[in-house]
C-alpha cells in the first residue's frame, strides 16, 4: 500500500499505512507468518490446516444474502420467553425491501391523541382510586405472567415499529435513523424488565412487595423509550401505572399504552393520564407511591419541594466531555465527537457538550480541520427528510439555550459559529462548535441541551480528567486514546454512571450498557434503567426481621467486586460494575437496634465505603441539618424512627438520597446501597480490526 497525499496530510498517510500494519499483523492474517514460514514447521502446518479446509469448503460458501431483514413482514421475536436475553435489531437501511417500508413510514401524516385527558384534581383522585383497586390484583399476578405480558407488549410494540417512527418524526422532530433506534430501545426494555420479573424470585430469603401505584413521567426527547421503559418496569414490578406523558410528545406515549393495553395489560392498572402542569399535575404527583421522572433537575427539586418524602426515582441532567488525547486515532475522534454532540440536535442528556483536548491536539490544524469539516457537513432540515441527519429543535431555545447559542464569554470564540435556518415555523438551528471555553466558566459547568459543543485545552490527561469531573453532573462520558494506559487511568478515576472508551458517548442499549449517572445527575437509590436492579428498587423487602446474620462478604466477593459483561461481544466489551461511595452517612434515629446498627456498618467495612455516624443522643437533627452540605456524602442510611420533613428538605437540596428501608442481612439487597453503579463499554475494533481489550 502506498498512499499518494500532499505533504500537508503526510500525518494522513502514515495513520492509513499504520491501520494497514494492524490488518496484516493480525494473527489470523497469512501475511503475518508469510516470511517465517518453513515447511514441518507448527505455523506452516497450521497454514496448511487452514489452506486445505478452504478448499474443502470453497463449493459450500453461501451466495445468497445473510441480511435477509424485511420490515414490510410480520416482526419475529429474537429469542423466547426463557431463553437468555437478546437485543432487538435495528432497522437495516441497506436493503432494498426496507427502503420502501422507510419511505412509507416518512410519508405517513401525522396521528393524533386518541385519549382524553385529566382536568381537574377529582378526576385525577378517581383514576388513582381505580388504579389502587386494580394493583391488588395485579400484584398478585405470578411473575411469569407478567413476564409473558411484557413480551406480548414488546412484540406488539414491534408490530407498530413504522407508525412509532412516524409519530416521532412529526412530534419530535427525530429523524428515521435516530426514530429507529429508539423503538428498539422499547421493544427491549419490555422483554428484558419482564424477564427481570421472574429474578425476583431468585431471592429466596427475602419476600418483595411492589410499591402501589407509580406515577411515570418521561421527557420529550425520548418520547417512546423512556416511557416504555419506565412503564414496563413498574409493571414488572408488580406496580400500578398513572402515565403522564411528556406534553409536546403525547401521542408516541399513548401508542406505548395501547401496545400494552393491546397485550393484555389491564386498562386500570396502566391509565394514561395526561394532565395540564398546574396543581392538577402537581396532584397527581403527591399522590401516588413513587414517581419515575426523567428530565431536568430543576423538575425533580420542584417534585421534591412539594413534597419532601417524595419516593422519587430520577434521571436528571448532564454535562458530558470527550476527552481526546495525542494518542487518539484523530479520525475516529472527529467522527464520535461530532455524533455525541449534535444527534438529534443534542438534546439528549448524554449528549457530548464539552470536547476536552490533551496536549497539541487543541492546536492541531488537522483536528480543526477535520471538526470543521464534519460538523459544517452536517445535513440540517426538516425530519421529514430521510436524507436530514440534524431536525428541528422541539421549540425555540430557553434561556440557557439561547445563550449557549449566541452569547459568546470571555475568551471563547466560534470555531463554528451557528445560525438559524428559516423552515416552515420550526427553531431549526445548524451545529456550534465554540473554542477557548475557560475551567469554571458559565459554558463549563451548564447544560444547553441543544446543537452547541465547547473545546477547552487540557495540558494533560490528568487535568482533562479533572476538569471534566469538575462539574456537579456525573451522567455520561468519554475518552478517545490508544495508549491502554491513558485509557486505565481514565476509567479509575472518571465519574460518570456511564463511560465510553473510543467510541461515541450516547445510544446506550439496553443490558448492554445500562444507563444512568452519578452525583446530580440521579435521583433515588441509583438504579440503572436496563440494568440488573432497576425492576428490584420498585418495590420493598421484607425478611422476619429476626435474622442479624448476613452474607455481605460473599456476596462482595462473588457479585459486587467482579465485572460482569453478559452480553460477552468479541467486537465491544460492555462491563457493568459496581464502585464504592466515597463516604455515606449513617443516621441512628430513636428505636434503632444495635443490630441493625452492627450491620450498616459492617456492609460499610466490606464495601470499604467510609462511614460518618450521626445519633441522635448526641446530633440533634437541627445540628446534623446544618452540618449535611459540608459532609460531601450522596446518601444517608437511616436506622430507626423515620426522619423528619425538615431533614429531608436539607438532604434533598444537597442531593443526599434518604436510604431509609429496613436493614437486612442479605447482600445482594443491603449491599446497594454502598455502591454506585457504572457501565463501561469499550470498542475492541479499528475499522473492523480486533484489538485485546489490553492492548492499543
Not at 497454514?47 to 435477509?68: H, K, M, Y
Not at 420467553?81 to 422507510?102: C, K
Not at 412509507?104 to 391523541?113: L, Q
Amino acid at each position: 500500500y502506498t498512499p499518494a497525499v500532499a505533504a500537508a496530510d503526510f500525518d494522513v498517510a502514515i495513520s492509513y499505512l499504520f491501520r494497514r500494519l494492524e490488518e496484516t499483523a493480525a494473527d489470523d492474517n497469512f501475511l503475518r507468518h508469510l516470511f517465517d514460514l518453513s515447511p514441518g514447521s507448527p505455523e506452516f502446518t497450521e497454514q496448511e490446516q487452514i489452506f486445505r479446509t478452504a478448499l474443502e469448503l470453497r463449493n459450500d460458501v453461501s451466495s445468497g444474502p445473510r441480511r435477509t431483514q424485511d420490515r414490510r413482514a410480520a416482526a419475529v421475536a429474537p429469542y423466547t420467553v426463557g431463553e437468555p436475553f437478546r437485543n432487538e435489531p435495528d432497522t437495516d437501511p441497506t436493503l432494498v425491501s426496507n427502503q420502501a417500508w422507510i419511505a412509507d413510514v416518512m410519508a405517513a401524516p401525522a396521528g393524533t391523541v386518541q385519549s382524553r385527558g385529566l382536568t381537574t384534581s377529582a378526576e385525577v383522585r378517581e383514576a388513582l382510586t381505580r388504579a389502587r383497586a386494580a394493583h391488588l390484583e395485579w400484584r398478585n399476578t405470578s411473575n411469569t405472567d407478567r413476564q409473558r405480558a411484557l413480551h406480548r407488549v414488546a412484540g406488539a410494540l414491534a408490530a407498530r415499529r413504522g407508525e412509532l417512527i412516524s409519530t416521532m418524526v412529526h412530534e419530535a422532530n427525530k429523524t428515521f435513523a435516530q426514530a429507529d433506534v429508539e423503538v428498539s430501545e422499547a421493544i427491549d426494555f419490555a422483554r428484558y424488565y419482564g424477564d427481570a420479573a421472574v429474578e425476583l424470585e431468585a431471592i429466596e430469603e427475602a419476600t418483595f412487595t411492589s410499591l402501589g401505584v407509580i406515577a411515570v413521567v418521561p421527557p420529550w426527547n425520548f418520547p417512546v423509550a423512556i416511557p416504555a421503559g419506565g412503564v414496563m418496569a413498574s409493571l414488572a414490578a408488580g406496580n400500578a401505572v398513572l402515565f403522564k406523558p411528556a406534553p409536546e410528545t403525547p401521542r408516541c406515549a399513548e401508542i406505548v399504552a395501547e401496545a400494552c393495553w393491546a397485550a393484555g395489560v389491564p386498562t386500570d392498572v396502566l391509565q394514561f393520564t395526561p394532565v395540564p402542569e398546574n396543581e392538577v399535575g402537581q396532584e397527581l404527583i403527591t399522590s401516588v407511591d413513587a414517581v419515575i421522572l426523567t428530565g431536568a433537575s430543576e423538575t425533580a427539586a420542584l417534585f421534591t419541594s412539594w413534597k419532601p418524602d417524595l419516593r422519587l426515582f430520577a434521571e436528571t441532567s448532564g454535562k458530558n466531555a470527550l476527552i481526546i488525547t495525542p494518542n487518539a486515532d484523530i479520525d475516529l475522534a472527529v467522527a464520535d465527537l461530532v455524533d455525541s454532540a449534535f444527534g438529534h440536535s443534542g438534546q439528549k442528556c448524554s449528549a457530548a457538550s464539552l470536547g476536552i483536548l490533551v496536549g497539541d491536539v487543541y492546536s492541531s490544524a488537522r483536528f480543526r480541520r477535520q471538526l470543521i469539516d464534519a460538523v459544517q457537513s452536517i445535513d440540517v432540515g426538516p425530519a421529514t427528510s430521510i436524507e436530514t441527519t440534524m431536525g428541528p429543535l422541539i421549540g425555540e431555545p430557553n434561556e440557557r439555550l439561547a445563550r449557549g447559542l449566541k452569547t459568546l464569554d470571555a475568551g471563547e470564540s466560534w470555531l463554528v459559529p451557528p445560525r438559524r435556518v428559516e423552515l416552515d415555523g420550526k427553531s431549526l438551528w445548524s451545529p456550534g462548535v465554540r473554542e477557548g471555553v475557560q475551567v469554571g466558566s458559565w459554558y463549563h459547568s451548564t447544560e444547553c441541551f441543544g446543537p452547541v459543543l465547547g473545546l477547552v485545552a487540557a495540558a494533560d490527561l490528568d487535568e482533562a480528567i479533572a476538569i471534566a469531573n469538575a462539574t456537579e453532573f456525573g451522567l455520561t462520558g468519554g475518552i478517545h486514546s490508544l495508549d491502554p494506559g491513558e485509557i486505565a487511568q481514565w476509567i479509575e478515576k472518571v465519574e460518570v454512571g456511564n463511560a465510553y472508551v473510543n467510541r461515541a458517548i450516547t445510544g446506550a442499549i439496553v443490558q448492554r450498557q445500562p444507563f444512568g449517572g452519578w452525583k446530580r445527575s440521579s435521583v433515588g437509590p441509583g438504579a440503572k434503567a436496563g440494568g440488573p436492579n432497576y425492576v428490584a428498587q420498585l418495590g420493598s423487602w421484607t425478611t422476619d426481621g429476626s435474622a442479624t446474620s448476613d452474607d455481605f462478604q460473599a456476596q462482595w466477593d462473588n457479585h459486587f467486586a467482579l465485572e460482569h459483561d453478559p452480553t460477552a461481544l468479541f467486537c465491544e466489551a460492555n462491563v457493568f460494575r459496581y464502585r464504592p461511595l466515597p463516604s455515606m452517612l449513617l443516621r441512628i434515629q430513636t428505636g434503632a437496634s444495635e443490630a441493625h446498627i452492627g450491620l450498616v456498618r459492617k456492609a460499610a467495612t466490606v464495601a470499604g465505603v467510609e462511614l460518618i455516624e450521626s445519633v441522635v443522643d448526641v446530633e440533634s437533627e437541627e445540628q446534623l441539618m446544618a452540618r449535611i452540605p459540608a459532609l460531601g456524602v450522596e446518601r444517608m442510611r437511616v436506622v430507626g424512627e423515620a426522619v423528619s420533613p425538615e431533614l429531608r428538605v436539607v438532604a434533598n437540596a444537597a442531593a443526599v438520597h434518604v436510604a431509609d428501608q429496613p436493614v437486612c442481612g442479605i447482600g445482594r439487597i443491603e449491599l446497594l446501597h454502598y455502591v454506585r453503579e457504572q457501565a463501561v463499554s469499550r470498542t475492541l475494533h479499528r475499522f473492523g480490526n480486533l484489538i485485546a481489550a489490553e492492548g492499543s
